[in-house]
């Protein structure tokens, strides 16, 4: 009895009991994990008693008010879909009336005493609602009737009506779905080891601007996918990771081409002599990218420019603080009070500054002045970031630089600091073991409780797509599962012991479409791994594009899949940049590297019999499709003699085979066209491999720089077959 109620207050509360591994087996998941992963929500299920008391709560809390939240779809009765909804969230019984007042976009909460409500018309008079953000009034009332003093029998009995309680909801009203992208290719490239001869050490927008122009003018490209450009860390030590980031709304001031800010022309020559001076000696730097050098180096110029500035006021940079609002101040103030204590983990900072509320950080006016340094950078960034857009799409690019979002924020970050409770604590997400990662993965970043009340309206998230969206042409979002469920993992657990919670995807997703049709993006959802097929669904119906990796394409016998078989309604790409380029994939390198590392979960020998299998059947599907000129029987005796004779062959074969696909996206890995061997990212390693620090090479391990590209890319690939 206690089992199937812990089992039944997990189930309110969106955290599974059982799961279908990748081998489809099911797993069931332990009482530990149900009770932590409850614990992180805010839920007692420490004890049978516990778990009875929270089942109560909850029985008691239904029918007592509405989400913050209500999402229709805008195809057709929008209405009688409202009036649905709310029939769900009121007492049995209870009748109510709605008002909406349109437009309405950031009411997040009940408006004073004292609001006007002029604006409010009946909703059961419109024949339908507009898509965009309303603000609903639903008002509960009773009827009766009673027979006044003298009155008799039936006649004369009145018909009264007793007001009742008045709630206040948003309500988000979202496109069916997004018109589809047209078909186009593009390339997919980690921005920061995308260096140029003019860039400080690692790729900015200046860099990413060119890219964009160079391949959309001179190659056609459609699109340059990038890896996330999210915030880091302040202050030294600077993570590598572009998907642990400090927050995910805002942009990384790393970024940023020092020459290409206004303030850097005004700078005494002697200021400008010494700092070229620095970005020559972090463009000679050999081995593993270092960003603390880059951003250390970086920070000088900004502080000097910004001295140089002074207070002056500027009209743009009044508009953008307005747009940005509060967010944009709270992250500031973490930034600046990051930079005074050292350290960007909040958790180490005296107690009295852990917590943005407190007094000590509202009235401390020198955070407050020391982060409108931190404001304008973010100013400055948009800047850039326009720009980038502005010259892929001069360059004719249809859709133009399409953003990546992670999928979190590590505890500690500047998230964490400014959203406080509405993250969870004692765990972090992750992935169940899969076929490419035996043994799970966890990511280290801390997940949303979406359900709390602070964050039900998914401003939040809303935030973090219109910041990716502004000024590109598209979102990539980073494990597309983000939207519908995510595996929590204890802490102190392995990554196996985790289990998976629950979001509602209706409402985060009506919230990605609503923004990506207000800027007009394309939407991309990464659901490879294990993802149900009911969210691939759901994406498509939505017009969310998938991803097909070419390497994870199989039919129900295990073989290549046709090109004619594929999805049209995805991003389709030979690998990722959690796997190697097409070139160290081929030849093994992975599996050498993995063992090396203890990462294997079977002998060496057998990885590497089930590799040569399947990239058999690829080579003899190509060679089929008269893609690959040499007999694959040929290619596996080259290979296996270490012989890279038929790399550039294969490298061909492979993206011509994307474009027979339907796909309407195609995305061809610039570490693939410069013949780069080496992974960006070895899963389920830190320090015993360079993640993400990894510079643009060709297949020797020479540094490439964006101006040698265009000789390579054009030797590996045909002209006109993009």
């Not at 598209?474 to 939207?483: E, F, N, P, S």
């Given at each position: 009895?206690?089992?199937?109620?812990?089992?039944?207050?997990?189930?309110?509360?969106?955290?599974?009991?059982?799961?279908?591994?990748?081998?489809?087996?099911?797993?069931?998941?332990?009482?530990?994990?149900?009770?932590?992963?409850?614990?992180?929500?805010?839920?007692?299920?420490?004890?049978?008693?516990?778990?009875?008391?929270?089942?109560?709560?909850h029985q008691e809390r239904r029918g007592s008010g509405l989400p913050?939240?209500?999402?229709?779809?805008?195809?057709?009765?929008?209405?009688?879909?409202?009036?649905?909804?709310?029939?769900?969230?009121?007492?049995?019984?209870?009748?109510?009336?709605?008002?909406?007042?349109?437009?309405?976009?950031?009411?997040?909460?009940?408006?004073?005493?004292?609001?006007?409500?002029?604006?409010?018309?009946?909703?059961?008079?419109?024949?339908?609602?507009?898509?965009?953000?309303?603000?609903?009034?639903?008002?509960?009332?009773?009827?009766?009737?009673?027979?006044?003093?003298?009155?008799?029998?039936?006649?004369?009995?009145?018909?009264?009506?007793?007001?009742?309680?008045?709630?206040?909801?948003?309500?988000?009203?979202?496109?069916?779905?997004?018109?589809?992208?047209?078909?186009?290719?593009?390339?997919?490239?980690?921005?920061?080891?995308?260096?140029?001869?003019?860039?400080?050490?690692?790729?900015?927008?200046?860099?990413?601007?060119?890219?964009?122009?160079?391949?959309?003018?001179?190659?056609?490209?459609?699109?340059?996918?990038?890896?996330?450009?999210?915030?880091?860390?302040?202050?030294?030590?600077?993570?590598?990771?572009?998907?642990?980031?400090?927050?995910?709304?805002?942009?990384?001031?790393?970024?940023?081409?020092?020459?290409?800010?206004?303030?850097?022309?005004?700078?005494?020559?002697?200021?400008?002599?010494?700092?070229?001076?620095?970005?020559?000696?972090?463009?000679?730097?050999?081995?593993?990218?270092?960003?603390?050098?880059?951003?250390?180096?970086?920070?000088?110029?900004?502080?000097?420019?910004?001295?140089?500035?002074?207070?002056?006021?500027?009209?743009?940079?009044?508009?953008?603080?307005?747009?940005?609002?509060?967010?944009?101040?709270?992250?500031?103030?973490?930034?600046?009070?990051?930079?005074?204590?050292?350290?960007?983990?909040?958790?180490?900072?005296?107690?009295?500054?852990?917590?943005?509320?407190?007094?000590?950080?509202?009235?401390?006016?020198?955070?407050?002045?020391?982060?409108?340094?931190?404001?304008?950078?973010?100013?400055?960034?948009?800047?850039?970031?326009?720009?980038?857009?502005?010259?892929?799409?001069?360059?004719?690019?249809?859709?133009?630089?399409?953003?990546?979002?992670?999928?979190?924020?590590?505890?500690?970050?500047?998230?964490?600091?400014?959203?406080?409770?509405?993250?969870?604590?004692?765990?972090?997400?992750?992935?169940?073991?899969?076929?490419?990662?035996?043994?799970?993965?966890?990511?280290?970043?801390?997940?949303?409780?979406?359900?709390?009340?602070?964050?039900?309206?998914?401003?939040?998230?809303?935030?973090?797509?219109?910041?990716?969206?502004?000024?590109?042409?598209?979102?990539?979002?980073?494990?597309?599962?983000?939207?519908?469920?995510?595996?929590?993992?204890?802490?102190?657990?392995?990554?196996?012991?985790?289990?998976?919670?629950?979001?509602?995807?209706?409402?985060?997703?009506?919230?990605?479409?609503?923004?990506?049709?207000?800027?007009?993006?394309?939407?991309?959802?990464?659901?490879?791994?294990?993802?149900?097929?009911?969210?691939?669904?759901?994406?498509?119906?939505?017009?969310?594009?998938?991803?097909?990796?070419?390497?994870?394409?199989?039919?129900?016998?295990?073989?290549?899949?046709?090109?004619?078989?594929?999805?049209?309604?995805?991003?389709?790409?030979?690998?990722?940049?959690?796997?190697?380029?097409?070139?160290?994939?081929?030849?093994?390198?992975?599996?050498?590297?993995?063992?090396?590392?203890?990462?294997?979960?079977?002998?060496?020998?057998?990885?590497?019999?089930?590799?040569?299998?399947?990239?058999?059947?690829?080579?003899?599907?190509?060679?089929?499709?008269?893609?690959?000129?040499?007999?694959?029987?040929?290619?596996?005796?080259?290979?296996?003699?270490?012989?890279?004779?038929?790399?550039?062959?294969?490298?061909?074969?492979?993206?011509?085979?994307?474009?027979?696909?339907?796909?309407?996206?195609?995305?061809?890995?610039?570490?693939?066209?410069?013949?780069?061997?080496?992974?960006?990212?070895?899963?389920?390693?830190?320090?015993?491999?360079?993640?993400?620090?990894?510079?643009?090479?060709?297949?020797?391990?020479?540094?490439?720089?964006?101006?040698?590209?265009?000789?390579?890319?054009?030797?590996?690939?045909?002209?006109?077959?993009?």
């Amino acid at each position: 009895m206690a089992e199937d109620e812990l089992a039944r207050l997990a189930g309110l509360h969106g955290v599974a009991t059982r799961y279908a591994d990748w081998r489809g087996r099911e797993v069931e998941v332990s009482r530990d994990t149900l009770i932590a992963v409850l614990r992180a929500l805010a839920v007692d299920a420490s004890s049978p008693a516990a778990v009875r008391d929270e089942l109560e709560r909850h029985q008691e809390r239904r029918g007592s008010g509405l989400p913050n939240l209500i999402v229709r779809q805008s195809d057709g009765g929008v209405t009688e879909g409202i009036f649905a909804a709310l029939r769900n969230h009121m007492r049995p019984g209870e009748k109510f009336e709605v008002e909406i007042e349109i437009g309405a976009a950031e009411v997040l909460s009940p408006p004073p005493a004292s609001a006007s409500g002029e604006r409010f018309r009946p909703l059961a008079g419109l024949a339908d609602v507009p898509s965009g953000w309303h603000r609903l009034r639903v008002q509960s009332f009773s009827e009766g009737t009673f027979l006044p003093k003298g009155g008799h029998g039936g006649r004369g009995r009145i018909r009264v009506r007793q007001g009742g309680r008045t709630v206040y909801t948003t309500l988000l009203v979202a496109p069916a779905s997004l018109p589809l992208p047209p078909r186009t290719w593009g390339f997919t490239a980690q921005l920061y080891s995308v260096r140029s001869s003019a860039s400080w050490g690692l790729g900015d927008l200046h860099d990413l601007a060119d890219l964009a122009a160079w391949s959309g003018r001179e190659l056609g490209a459609g699109f340059v996918l990038v890896n996330p450009l999210h915030a880091n860390e302040p202050v030294p030590p600077v993570g590598p990771s572009p998907y642990a980031p400090m927050s995910r709304r805002f942009p990384s001031p790393i970024y940023l081409r020092v020459e290409d800010m206004p303030e850097y022309a005004a700078l005494p020559p002697e200021d400008r002599e010494r700092f070229a001076a620095m970005g020559a000696e972090l463009r000679a730097r050999g081995g593993p990218l270092d960003r603390d050098a880059v951003w250390t180096a970086k920070t000088a110029v900004f502080e000097a420019m910004y001295r140089l500035r002074g207070d002056r006021r500027e009209p743009e940079f009044d508009d953008f603080r307005r747009r940005e609002g509060d967010g944009a101040v709270a992250f500031a103030v973490w930034c600046a009070i990051a930079a005074e204590q050292g350290t960007a983990d909040w958790r180490r900072w005296p107690s009295h500054l852990r917590n943005r509320g407190s007094r000590a950080v509202a009235e401390d006016m020198g955070y407050h002045v020391r982060a409108g340094f931190y404001e304008w950078l973010l100013w400055r960034l948009d800047g850039q970031l326009a720009a980038a857009q502005r010259t892929a799409r001069d360059a004719g690019m249809p859709v133009g630089i399409v953003h990546d979002l992670a999928v979190g924020a590590p505890h500690g970050s500047a998230d964490a600091w400014v959203f406080g409770g509405a993250l969870a604590h004692g765990v972090s997400v992750g992935a169940p073991p899969d076929e490419f990662n035996q043994r799970g993965q966890d990511w280290g970043l801390q997940p949303w409780r979406w359900r709390d009340s602070s964050v039900e309206d998914y401003r939040p998230f809303r935030e973090m797509a219109a910041s990716a969206l502004r000024h590109g042409g598209g979102i990539r979002l980073d494990h597309a599962m983000q939207v519908s469920r995510l595996w929590w993992i204890p802490e102190g657990a392995s990554p196996a012991e985790g289990t998976y919670v629950r979001y509602d995807r209706d409402a985060l997703l009506a919230c990605l479409t609503w923004e990506a049709e207000r800027f007009g993006g394309v939407v991309v959802g990464e659901d490879l791994g294990t993802v149900e097929p009911e969210v691939r669904d759901a994406l498509a119906d939505r017009g969310v594009l998938g991803t097909s990796l070419l390497w994870f394409e199989r039919d129900a016998d295990g073989r290549p899949k046709p090109a004619k078989q594929w999805r049209e309604l995805s991003l389709a790409t030979v690998g990722t940049h959690d796997m190697p380029p097409i070139t160290g994939f081929v030849h093994g390198d992975h599996i050498e590297l993995r063992d090396r590392l203890g990462l294997l979960t079977r002998s060496r020998a057998d990885e590497e019999d089930d590799h040569h299998r399947r990239l058999y059947g690829w080579l003899a599907l190509l060679h089929a499709e008269n893609l690959l000129a040499t007999p694959p029987e040929q290619v596996m005796r080259a290979l296996a003699e270490g012989s890279s004779g038929h790399d550039e062959e294969i490298v061909t074969a492979l993206h011509d085979f994307l474009t027979l696909t339907p796909a309407r996206l195609i995305g061809i890995s610039l570490a693939d066209a410069a013949g780069e061997r080496r992974t960006q990212n070895q899963p389920g390693t830190t320090d015993e491999y360079p993640n993400w620090r990894v510079p643009l090479a060709d297949a020797q391990g020479e540094p490439v720089l964006l101006e040698d590209l265009q000789e390579g890319v054009l030797r590996l690939f045909r002209r006109g077959s993009m």
